[in-house]
């Protein structure tokens, strides 16, 4: 029957997975949340027939979320209501045997509930409305078929509650006496086109020649495919018409310009495509290739159209036959491509545009000289633009260049003239300069980490050029810029999205790829990488979908590679691993053994990294305690809600050098890390706690729990980790806490006002588990300040009793003088 569990488990989550359209998306990630608690506890299962009965219900909530999205939007409350039944009943199964997993479940079936976004559900044609803005029809036409279809249905797959009963009879007796409304016609969608008499007359009568390779979607439907004469007739005379002209071709005036229709619009730029290609969503929507590309590097599971989320990697195919009929109607009527534009439009697929005073310059053609081309594509609406008077930057353009250059001097005092020269098209020698220059100027500023002189080059301009100056074939000039670059991504945080703007993700990941990069250039890379994926979870999933795990892995297994690169590049998959799906991609790239072996290091062969930290030391030691702390924190994350994880880590053989680097570090975040490490391990899982305590883990973390001068992060890690020993775990382990002198110090956190909130309610909650006999009662009753001289206290009277300790501890706290507040704070790592 646990073949069976794992059966229904894995079946939740590629279902969850492969759906297209998810229309009750939230309460299907809860459900997965409850498959997951599930799978790590099936050791503990008793009753599994009550625990599959309840995951069969559960698989088949999120199976008709996916396949019957119109139906479950509108029965979202009947849905709920039996997802909650089923995690209650799998709570129950679980009752007994994992008693914290059941109360987790029972925490997930309070929290289902039906959302609010279907009011109006007595007015059908409100009611179309709100399911194409709900994401699960493409249109109304679409909504009103699904909703009819939906209204006819006699059996569901649960039981309607009494509201979604009431509101299918009135929805049923609404549309009896409404006419059936059909989609229209495909002749009726061509007709919405109206380009021109020829040309409707063209794809309405076509032949069906269309290649294969063509998607359906309304895009054809508007635009099916072109006859041969058609075809060869667009190809004779709008070959050259319709390509984008730049250079002498002539700009028709604004007033001239025909009326480009929507379906040759992109979505994203709001210009006519040149190379459109069909994006396989429901949206049924055309975009341009290169606009596409940059989304989807930055959402690669968000339909750019309708902003819903997929819970998979978006694929597209070309569009070739909306990419004839552009081109037949820019044949018929005479105009190219850039005609058809708006003036200060980026034109996508002919390079994006930079304004300077008025001018403009090609960046791609600037860039061709030195083979930059490939790395740009700066996207829609975000040209770096300088106000002022003067001429183009570009050459050829006109324009007096060293005014122009003491101009921005002028304004971006110590990096303006340095970010003239970056954007001109100069060697490369004067461009690497530049960029040390700017290096340079970040190093010795007096503002925190030159702060201010990073955003200085931001606002002058200078991210879309350094990110362009990291394809260069010198070495020095793009070593220079790589490092000039991870200066200016450190801080301000908002550099982090320019430089991920400017396509600056991919451009490190092909450093890491290059051959001769220098170990320098590898470790700035990796450094900008690690900071930009800090910024949100998009930026981390795009950083992992662009290829750059393997690579990080690599870095960490090269032995050329120093200490400080592994760090960063540790710190990378540090930040990555928060992402559930990508910490299983991290371990499957072989990266736990890696890990494993950077914590295990030792500083200049010593036994001991207790004097690591001695400041002015050599600078071997700082790097080596650097990378020691990146890679447990890597291995913090990874472990964390991921059994198979934890379990790869304790087989890599990490929890001893973990405790050693907790027990004699002298680098409070590096304690920090082991610690939070070692709590994640810990969790749910019987085998690992008696490891780590095998291994030595207690005296460190109740020495660091009881140190007043540890910072509040230490301690709140501490004190987790303690709790999550003694949570759920059997007698022996229970007994070595104890042993091992936690019980005082314990309820001296309980107790102490000035401690962290967090510190407290973990101490107070492990030292209700470990009062499981009438002897450790009374122990903890007499530390806590009660004497109980006749009998032992019950397990009742030590719970009250922590809890009344707990509440006199925070009235004092909120009583007491403001002051600053506790050290660190939510770590987002974790």
Known sequence: MKGETSRLVDGIHARYDGASTLALKPLCRKVCTVADIVEEELEKVKDADVLCEGLRTLETVVTLCGACPVEAKLLQRSYVAAAKRSTRLVGDALRGAAEDAADELADVANSFVAKKDMENRQDSKALCEQLVRAGVAADESEAAVEVRRFAEKKEFAFPLTDEDRTFLEGLRQQLASEPVSKRPSRRQRVGSIKPSSTLLSTIALGEDTASNEAPQNDDLDAAPSVSKKSKAAASARGAASCSSSHGGARKLPEDQ?????????????????????????????????????????????????????HGMLLEYAPNRVLKEVIALWCSENDVTLDDCRSPASASFGGGRTSHFNGGTTSAAAAATSSGEGALLGYPQNQATTYSGGG???????????????????????????????????????????????????????????????????????????????????????????????????????????????????????????????????????????????????????????????????????????????????????????????????????????????????RSGGEGSVSSVVERGGPLSTTST???????????????????????????????????????????????ETAAGALQNLAKHNESNKSVLIEAGVLPPLIRTLGDDRASARSQRTSARAIENLVWSSNDVNKKAVVDAGAVPVLCAK?????????????????????????????????????????????????????????????????????????????FHHS
């Open 625 to 671: 305690i650097a990378v020691r702390e990146a890679a447990a924190g890597a291995l913090q994350n990874l472990a964390a809600n991921n059994s198979d994880n934890k379990a790869a880590i304790i087989l890599a053989g990490a929890v001893p050098p973990l405790v050693e680097l907790l027990a004699t570090s002298a680098v409070e975040t590096a304690r």
């Open 257 to 309: 310009r025909p009326v480009v229709p929507d379906q040759f619009r992109c979505p994203i730029t709001l210009e006519i495509m040149s190379d459109p290609v069909f994006l396989f969503t429901q949206s049924g929507r055309s975009f341009e290739r290169e606009a596409l590309e940059h989304w989807l590097e930055l959402h690669p599971t968000v339909d750019p159209l309708t902003n819903e989320e």
């Open 750 to 826: 309980v107790l102490d006002a000035d401690a962290d909130a967090e510190v407290r309610q973990a101490s107070a909650e492990a030292l209700k588990v470990l009062a499981n006999t009438p002897k450790l009662r009374t122990k903890v009753a007499r530390h806590l300040g009660q004497n109980w001289a006749i009998m032992s206290p019950s397990e009742r009277d030590v719970e009250n009793l922590i809890n009344a300790s707990l509440r006199r501890s925070s009235t004092s706290q909120r009583g007491a003088a403001p002051g600053a507040s506790p050290a660190g704070g939510t």
């Open 391 to 601: 001429g183009g930057l570009g050459r050829g353009r006109g324009g007096d260049l060293d005014s122009q250059a003491s101009e921005m001097e002028a304004r971006y005092p110590g990096v303006g003239g340095k970010v003239h020269r970056l954007g001109l098209t100069h060697d490369e020698d004067t461009r690497g300069r530049a960029a040390a220059g700017l290096l340079k100027a970040m190093e010795e500023s007096e503002h925190e980490e030159g702060e201010d002189v990073a955003r200085m080059i931001a606002d002058a301009g200078g991210v879309p050029f350094l990110v362009v100056l990291l394809a260069a074939t010198s070495r020095a000039a793009r070593e220079s810029a790589a490092m000039a670059l991870c200066r200016v991504a450190r801080r301000p945080r908002d550099n982090r999205a320019l430089i991920v703007n400017a396509r600056g993700i991919a451009a490190c990941v092909r450093l890491l790829t290059s051959a001769d990069a220098t170990d320098l250039t590898r470790q700035a890379a990796a450094g900008v990488l690690q900071h930009v994926a800090c910024y949100s979870m998009q930026f981390k999933v795009a950083i992992a979908n662009a290829g750059a795990i393997p690579l990080l892995v690599g870095l960490l297994a090269d032995p050329n590679a120093s200490d400080d690169t592994k760090a960063d590049a540790a710190r990378c998959l540090w930040s990555i691993a928060v992402n559930d799906q990508k910490k299983i991609a991290i371990a499957n790239a072989g990266a736990i053994p890696h890990l494993v072996a950077l914590v295990a290091r």
